[in-house]
């Protein structure tokens, strides 16, 4: 998987991450859940250490703009 696949664009600034606390107190759920949505492919995790990963900003504006219930009968 190249930068491209993961929506960066070489020529744009550094896509924003945040870090899994972070990501999950956004969302309002647990750490165990962003892991669950990264390994069902609703988030893009990205490592950036031995020991640390971020969730990209684009990937948590994705899912939370995708799971907008406009009316209960949908």
Do not use: C, W
């Amino acid at each position: 998987m190249n930068f491209n696949e993961l929506g960066f664009q070489l020529n744009s600034p550094t896509p924003k991450l945040h870090r899994i606390n972070v990501a999950a107190r956004l969302l309002g759920v647990s750490r165990a859940t962003i892991y669950r949505l990264v390994r069902a492919g609703h988030l893009t995790l990205v490592k950036i250490g031995l020991n640390a990963s971020g969730i990209t900003d684009e990937s948590l504006r994705d899912f939370v703009e995708h799971n907008i219930v406009r009316s209960f009968g949908e």
